[in-house]
């Protein structure tokens, strides 16, 4: 009985991972099969097949402004995102002070709280701060909640790390920040970079905080949702967002690769992607 109620039991958890992913991934199929269909619009049987909605995109000077916009976001997001999420990390697993596990709280907190929440407590203090809303406002915003992901990446990387290796450095006469430059940071390398290939990810995705504070400067979320509201632009949207998707798709891939070799290097298997 136990043998066959453990064999019922797999098999029904098989069954329902299995149909979650299909539920989670089928509607994210169709975007790429609808890009290339001839039609205008979205709708089976496919009319024929065509690439024109891919060609007209790099001719489109709107497109080509909010994807520069995207890019110069996703990277200051990251970089910024990352330098934070280091020395979070490292206070976080280096040192024990008190209100530790509550800062620690504090940080992951953007996690769990709606977006639409975060993006207007932040527009009401830019506001009150007497800022514009610009490209700088949305980096700040896209800071806010790329921390978090960084830093749980780049706490698997320090968590890890034999200390040995710092304290053989210092006994060798080198500096704290020398230690850290030139030991700590080859050692979690690859965790760093997972962290600016994620907080990059979810920068170029994220749509919520920049609707609320972008200026007059879209980025591609911002473009698309524009887009939108004109049916003859809807194949142009699909063909954009395929390869959103794919560029995320291969971004998150890499990312995990590189998070998977830091905790190998460091004998860690915690992270972002448990």
């Keep these: 009985m136990t043998t066959m109620r453990r064999f019922l039991a797999s098999r029904w958890l098989s ?19 609808f890009s290339v269909n001839t039609a205008a619009t979205p709708k089976f049987p496919l009319s024929g097949f065509t690439l024109k909605w891919y060609e007209d995109l790099p001719r489109t000077p709107a497109l080509l402004d909010a994807a520069w916009n995207s890019l110069v976001v996703g990277v200051s997001a990251s970089i910024l995102s990352t330098v934070l ?15 530790r596990r509550a800062i620690n709280g504090l940080i992951m907190a953007p996690l769990v709280l709606p977006e639409i929440i975060i993006a207007i407590s932040m527009l009401l203090v830019i506001l009150q701060l007497g800022l514009s809303l610009s490209l700088l406002t949305i980096v700040l915003g896209h800071v806010l909640i790329c921390v978090p992901y960084s830093m749980t990446v780049l706490t698997a990387g320090f968590e890890g790390f ?48 920049a609707f609320f504070l972008t200026g007059t400067e879209a980025t591609l979320p911002i473009y698309i949702w524009g887009q939108l509201r004109f049916a003859s632009k809807l194949p142009g949207v699909l063909a954009l967002g395929t390869l959103l998707l794919a560029a995320s798709f291969l971004l998150m891939t890499v990312a995990e690769i590189l998070r998977r070799r830091a905790a190998k290097r460091t004998q860690n298997e915690g992270g972002l992607y448990g």
């Design 85 to 99: 999420g280091i020395l979070a990390a490292r206070s976080i697993t280096r040192y024990r002070y008190p209100g």
């Design 15 to 33: 069954a329902y991972a299995f149909f979650y992913v299909v539920f989670l991934y089928l509607p994210v199929i169709f975007l790429p099969i």
């Design 162 to 209: 034999d200390r040995s290796l710092e304290e053989a450095s210092a006994d060798l006469g080198e500096s704290a920040f020398g230690t850290f430059r030139r030991v700590t940071l080859p050692m979690v390398a690859p965790a760093i970079i997972s962290s600016l290939l994620v907080c990059f990810t979810i920068s170029l995705d994220e749509f919520i905080i």
